[in-house]
């Protein structure tokens, strides 16, 4: 990520410390999406410890940081799961049922859209448009577009993932 | 001169950042809002505003539309109306509003005027915001009978886990208000919104209590609420008051002009006072927001005076009280008998106390607690009499830069701090030395954490302009005297001055630091301190102040007095020594606060309180005093600015004012000059007396004691009472506050990632297992 002039303050503490008295209340609150990104990309998600941290770093407090990340979708705040399910509900899927197919694996699952299971192997989302209207309604899962979806087909794939996901588990054990 | 045109009439206005909005209220011409408030900046975000401005498309709204010359504004169309409507009735599908379209609802706010408790508001009879709801004006106004859209509930918890206040957001209306007032005012920015479009709340960074997201429950939020949202939990359901007074709270030094709901002759609830009203405008701390009611309805009041007969404690008339008081006075050797005030009585009580004294009972031993931070104060401006650099608050406009030395004065001064913050925020820089909590850090421009007698060091040089700094980097050091070479300052001294090696060359260097024409803010911990030292009430000082030292002053006092002992006697420390001696004989105490250790062996004690303490299991005689709602006098806070204390409340028993004993007690012994009929006689003759104070005369306490060396030391008490155990909900606030000063991180966020997963793996596990 490019930089430009301000000082990276995620630099060793000692020189950090001397460039951050440089950088003025404003220049700090500019850090914030870019640093809630790398945040992202370290963690895979927003840690609640992340955001406590990056409010001292920024001199800006928890809840600023806090409102700003959940104002866009793209931040999640729940440590993805082994699997991800990602359930869209662009208009042709909207149409096309994607409101229920999510309703049904929220329910399967015991989370909701946004969340991870206790046991962290799913993680559900809603998105808009994932560019396969032809064949709505979709699911991703793990990136892989399965579409025309319908209860049926639903509960046959996420069958099928937890029959290999234990069968992987037993030839790890023996 | 610009001209306007609203609703067809003509209005001329100075073209100066105003809006259309600003422009309508001061002719007088109604717009209805509801985010818009006087202190916030323009929002926009509540549409009832909106306008028809002749040549501009759409309807824009008058907040955020500045005024312009040759205008032709609209504010009531038909087609206004009926979208301001629309749009009420979108905000109050999700607002509990059966009450607001209800046919019974003339009869029910006739017959049923009070809210009644509920654990859930569902209408405008159960919200105890019932009076003062500016939703339900702007519905009014709009003539909503009816809904045309489905309403709903949104079935959001109740908060209440928080101390002080409750919180129901499902009356929320989301017009930023209370946010804007924590961020932009206060500068703490403990709650936000959160998420966005439907499913945006008010809440804090992960949902966390404010305790953890940096609340200091100075009520801001509430007092800008324009719906039931935010309540003070023990005084939402009191109803209306019987009627609203201003005056002066006394629990620290600012005396903030509150204002105080009466019923049935009582404190009921206490907000800020008027927005226009000095020093506060408008704003107030924890202890002046929530706990008043509580402290001076407390049932255990002392209602009665009391003599002890046979080792019992026993109630007695005022007559027999005051007369055995009187023989007790007449009776003992000046020289034994010790006199300890409080800074928390008006300064009235204080000079009549300190009189009685000198004048009747010719004792020099007169004394008060937590003295010797404002006499520093007192001592250190005498060298170069410095006094008007004390200056208003208000002055902090004036300055070029900010440096605060001494404590974290947001925990015990937040209307300092919004002041404070005020400027911040417009760029000034801000130098913090010592502690700093959460908002002092991300406040400061450079804040450097040296702690005791590096601060000195630190201040002397700073005050030649060294770059030799101790405690700072070389980048720090060279901001510093950047920031502090030129211009005007203003200084911000807490009592943790004392702890350097020699406060007084301490407070000279900042005074020098500061220029001439800078500032100088002592933030005296306790209540009426100034106006305490005013009448004068430390053994080597006489009213004024002045010192005994200085010749006019003491002539001009025994001529005024007719004699007196005039010269210097003990203070609190010797009488305590003494007392453990046996080489005191009688102490008339009028602070519970003071610790009675040491003081066992004293055989007669005079103990004057609202409230009952240790010192009244000791005393043989108790005297029933009023608090601050209860009495007339002057406070003095730290600006020096005397502010007017009224009698609101009606005292329980037969308490009565301090000035009145103590005057009729000097009436009792037969001593002339204590005929005082009212408090304003006091302040009149105490005005007589003016400042004369000398350094020598203060040789004697050449070493200054910090007033306490713990970290956390603000534990707010109020002559004898100690606040936060007689209210849990200030104890658990005040516990809470070392947990929050967490330092800065050093981690990098590497480290940060290594840690977190680690924590979050162990964390798993034990879901697993």
New interface residues.
Partial sequence: MSLGLIPNP????ES???SM??QS?VELQHEVIPRLQ??QE??GYI???????LS??L?????????VA??YNHFR?N?PGKHEIRVCLGTACHVGGGEKILDTLSERLGIQPGETT???RYSLERVACVGACALAPAVLLDDEVHGRMTQRSLKRLLDKVDRADKKAAKGSDE | MATIFIDGRKIEFEEKGKTILDVARESGIYIPTLCDHDELESHGGCRMCIVEVEGMRGFPPACTTAAKDGMEVKTATDNLMTLKRNIMQLLLMEHPSACMVCAEQEGCNKYRPDPYKAGRVTGCTTCPNRYTCQLREVVEFLGIKDLDYLPGYKEIDVEREDPFFDRDYNLCILCARCIRVCDDVRGTSAITFVKRGHETRVDTSFGVSHIDSGCWFCGACIDVCPTGSLKPRMTKWTGAPDSVEESTCVLCSMGCQTQFTIKWERVMGSEPGALESAPNHGHMCVLGRFCIPSLVNAPDRIKSPHLRKEGDSVPVSWEEALGEVSRLLKEASPERVGFLGSPQMSSESAYVFHKLARAGVKSPNVDFQGSDFPALIHKELAVDQDFARIRELDYLKEVDWIISVGGDFVKDHQVVAKKVYKEVRQGKPLIVIGDAGANLHRWSTVHVSVQGKDIQKLLINLAEHSKKIPGTSYTQAQQLVEITGKGKGAVLVGPRILESIEPGLSLRALVRLAGVDGALFPLFPLGNEAGVIKAGLRPEMLPGPASITVKEAKALLEKAWGGGNLSDGLHLVEMRQKAQKGELDMLYIADGSISPEGFEKIPTIIYQSPYPSEWSDMASVILPSTTFVEESGTFINLELKPLKMKPIAKAPGTARQDWQIFAELGRLIGTDGFDHQTSEDIWEELSHFTRSIEVGGQKRRASWKPASKEKNDWYPRYRGAVIPERIEDLATFIKALPRRDTPLSDETLDELVKRVQKEHASRAKEVVS
Avoid at chain 1, 10 to 13: A, E, I, K, L, R
Wanted: proline fraction near 5%; aromatic fraction near 16%.
């Fill in positions: 995620f630099m060793t503490s950090r410390r001397e008295a440089e209340a790398e945040i370290k963690f840690p609640q410890e992340a955001v406590e941290w001292s770093q001199k800006v407090s928890s809840q600023e940081i806090y409102g959940t104002f705040f440590p206790a046991d962290e």
